[in-house]
């Protein structure tokens, strides 16, 4: 790997790392003692849809329940067809994982269907979705989670209200 990529990547992964912690102290500095649990907010920071637009070539990840919380969507907007190409690999399994608990999620596989994701090749500006099972609501709104496509991995999402 070139000196220049591997400078380039550092800076964004400060800026990632500066995102996270800083919305992490502010928000625990405007918390009281009279709120159980805060409100976590699941929109990304400006940083990390940055981090994750340059290196992955995708904005807007979000993840949220459908189907009464029996799933959780993970939905993205390609922005570079090219590096966004490993979010649709149909070889790539995608797997969410709570960061709580461990629980690890998959893709369901319909019989007639086949797996609820989309795997079409990826065109800049359009959105697209991945379904994981979330039988037993494993995983509730407010949680922390992962998601891994192959090398691409979104490090502490929270999943968004119904």
Do not use: C
Not at 73 to 79: P, T
Not at 95 to 101: E, G
């Amino acid at each position: 790997m070139s000196t220049e990529r591997l400078r380039y990547r550092s800076v964004i992964a400060g800026f990632v790392v500066a995102g996270l912690l800083g919305g992490g102290i502010a928000q625990a500095a405007g918390s009281t003692s009279t709120t159980r649990h805060p409100r976590v907010s699941s929109e990304l920071t400006p940083s990390a849809q940055k981090y994750y637009e340059l290196l992955w070539g995708v904005d807007k990840l979000g993840i949220k329940p459908v189907s009464s919380g029996a799933m959780l969507r993970f939905s993205y907007r390609v922005m570079d067809e090219h590096k966004a190409k490993v979010l649709n690999d149909k070889k790539a399994e995608p797997v969410l994982i709570d960061q709580k608990t461990g629980a690890r999620l998959v893709v369901p596989k319909m019989e007639k269907i086949g797996s609820l994701r989309q795997s079409s090749t990826p065109e800049h500006g359009r959105e697209y979705w991945v379904l994981f099972s979330n039988k037993g609501g494993l995983v509730k709104p407010g949680s922390r989670v992962d998601v891994v496509i192959g090398n691409f991995r979104a490090s502490g999402m929270v999943v968004g209200p119904a």
